[in-house]
């Protein structure tokens, strides 16, 4: 049989598709292309109602005998994709796969070998499902249920399948990786320790991390981070700027913390990328509250906001407050994103004109080549560099988004 899988969302879907593909291909069926798959896997997401939106409209134009429907959407909605003709798949491997609807894929359900990715040498491993957290307003709780981690000998024996096939960046996925091993007696400075122990030149780099999971485990964490297997990267979503708004979020910490953290983290690691996410336009936000989450991101000048429009999604608490109009979200997300791409730009040229150490990961588009440093900046190479190689790169352009650079030797 041909198959063919479509995700959408966030690392740790990539890591579940990653996983059901390898377990389809060592079954002996073969992966092909959308045109000629006789199975269609689409792994879905439904964090905003935007999203949503694209999910059914992408699923109603492959509905049919040979579409699965897997991922958040059914998992947190059944009701949006009910009226979508597909298919159930059960036992296909062999067994029950947990595909069917209204459920997602689990990682733990594969334990087969991965095979290599001809476009890249990136490798997510997901290390656990589920969260702690009960924010107010997301449903991904919903969809992935509560903390299911896997065990550090789990993680560490995926970690050296995904290296035999040539993978030189790991990628440790989850919806909150500073909560992982909270429900086994373990957590995620133990599990890096184990990582960075495996044989192997390769570098991880460690998934989003929610504050009020990463506060209990911040000084040990930065001890991990000091390893030089581990990229010099955080992504920790503050989502809000005011104290007043992170508590209706019930996100469990104050914008002080964030703060702290950051800083805590920067002392350590001044080349530090930062990534953070940010929420515009939550219910009862003022523009005192949208101008202190601008404060906040000018004074830690993050490299990257994701920014988000707030959307209410079915069945959270947040659901039941009176929204704003559009148009105020619509003018803080954009106000955000200036303020955010300016920061952003600035700090990447700080490294024009000068050499960086990186790897080449994956193939770009138009016959370019992306390496990353060992703050996983991503740098544009358009020299024809084999993958896997290590060069020292001279930085001959720079953007809010990407370092374009040059081979001035190799390693």
Same mark, same amino acid.
């Given at each position: 049989?041909?198959?063919?899988?479509?995700?959408?969302?966030?690392?740790?879907?990539?890591?579940? =598709?990653?996983?059901?593909?390898?377990?389809?291909?060592?079954?002996?069926?073969?992966? =092909?292309?959308?045109? +000629?798959?006789?199975?269609?896997?689409?792994?879905?997401?439904?964090?905003?109602?935007?999203? +949503?939106?694209?999910?059914?409209?992408?699923?109603?134009?492959?509905?049919?005998?040979?579409?699965?429907?897997?991922?958040?959407?059914?998992?947190?909605?059944?009701?949006?994709?009910?009226?979508?003709?597909?298919?159930?798949?059960?036992?296909?491997?062999?067994?029950?796969?947990?595909?069917?609807?209204?459920?997602?894929?689990?990682?733990?359900?594969?334990?087969?070998?991965?095979?290599?990715?001809?476009?890249?040498?990136?490798?997510?491993?997901?290390?656990?499902?589920?969260?702690?957290?009960?924010? =107010?307003?997301?449903?991904?709780?919903?969809?992935?249920?509560?903390?299911?981690?896997?065990?550090?000998?789990?993680?560490?024996?995926?970690?050296?399948?995904?290296?035999?096939?040539?993978?030189?960046?790991?990628?440790?996925?989850?919806?909150?990786?500073?909560?992982?091993?909270?429900?086994?007696?373990?957590?995620?400075?133990?599990?890096?320790?184990?990582?960075?122990?495996?044989?192997?030149?390769?570098?991880?780099?460690?998934?989003?991390?929610?504050?009020?999971?990463?506060?209990?485990?911040?000084?040990?964490?930065?001890?991990?981070?000091?390893?030089?297997?581990?990229?010099?990267?955080?992504?920790?979503?503050?989502? =809000?700027?005011?104290?007043?708004?992170?508590?209706?979020?019930?996100?469990?910490?104050?914008?002080?913390?964030?703060?702290?953290?950051?800083?805590?983290?920067?002392?350590?690691?001044?080349?530090?990328?930062?990534?953070?996410?940010?929420?515009?336009?939550?219910?009862?936000?003022? +523009?005192?509250?949208?101008?202190?989450?601008?404060?906040?991101?000018?004074?830690?000048?993050?490299?990257?906001?994701?920014?988000?429009?707030?959307?209410?999604?079915?069945?959270?608490?947040?659901?039941?407050?009176?929204?704003?109009?559009?148009?105020?979200?619509?003018?803080?997300?954009?106000?955000?994103?200036?303020?955010?791409?300016?920061?952003?730009?600035?700090?990447?040229?700080?490294?024009?004109?000068?050499?960086?150490?990186?790897?080449?990961?994956?193939?770009?588009?138009?016959?370019?080549?992306?390496?990353?440093?060992?703050?996983?900046?991503?740098?544009?190479?358009?020299?024809?560099?084999?993958?896997?190689?290590?060069?020292?790169?001279?930085?001959?352009?720079?953007?809010?988004?990407?370092?374009?650079?040059?081979?001035?030797?190799? +390693?």
């Amino acid at each position: 049989m041909k198959f063919y899988v479509e995700t959408y969302g966030c690392a740790a879907n990539q890591g579940n =598709s990653e996983s059901f593909s390898a377990a389809l291909i060592e079954k002996g069926h073969l992966p =092909s292309s959308l045109e +000629e798959a006789d199975l269609v896997v689409v792994n879905t997401c439904a964090v905003t109602e935007r999203t +949503e939106r694209n999910m059914k409209r992408r699923l109603s134009q492959l509905q049919g005998d040979r579409l699965v429907i897997s991922g958040c959407l059914p998992s947190a909605m059944p009701e949006a994709v009910r009226d979508i003709r597909c298919r159930e798949l059960m036992g296909i491997l062999g067994r029950p796969m947990g595909m069917k609807m209204g459920e997602a894929f689990r990682p733990e359900e594969s334990r087969t070998r991965h095979h290599p990715n001809a476009k890249n040498l990136c490798a997510v491993v997901n290390i656990s499902e589920g969260c702690k957290g009960r924010c =107010s307003y997301c449903i991904v709780r919903r969809a992935r249920g509560t903390l299911r981690s896997k065990t550090v000998l789990e993680v560490a024996e995926e970690v050296r399948h995904r290296l035999a096939g040539g993978a030189v960046e790991i990628q440790l996925a989850s919806q909150d990786a500073a909560a992982y091993g909270q429900d086994m007696g373990s957590s995620l400075p133990e599990l890096l320790g184990a990582v960075a122990e495996i044989d192997g030149d390769f570098k991880v780099r460690v998934g989003m991390m929610n504050p009020d999971q990463l506060n209990p485990i911040l000084e040990d964490l930065i001890i991990s981070f000091e390893d030089p297997k581990i990229y010099k990267f955080l992504h920790l979503p503050v989502q =809000s700027g005011s104290d007043k708004i992170l508590e209706a979020m019930k996100r469990g910490y104050a914008a002080q913390d964030f703060l702290d953290m950051t800083a805590r983290f920067r002392a350590t690691f001044p080349d530090l990328t930062l990534y953070t996410d940010v929420i515009s336009g939550f219910p009862g936000e003022t +523009e005192e509250d949208s101008r202190a989450t601008e404060a906040l991101i000018r004074e830690t000048k993050p490299d990257k906001v994701n920014v988000t429009m707030y959307s209410s999604r079915p069945g959270t608490e947040a659901s039941r407050l009176k929204d704003m109009p559009s148009r105020f979200k619509k003018d803080r997300s954009r106000r955000m994103t200036r303020l955010w791409q300016q920061i952003a730009g600035q700090r990447n040229g700080r490294y024009l004109e000068k050499t960086i150490v990186a790897q080449v990961t994956e193939r770009g588009r138009e016959g370019t080549m992306m390496a990353r440093s060992l703050n996983y900046k991503k740098i544009v190479v358009r020299d024809p560099l084999l993958l896997g190689s290590v060069h020292r790169l001279k930085i001959v352009k720079t953007s809010p988004f990407y370092l374009v650079g040059m081979v001035a030797s190799r +390693e």
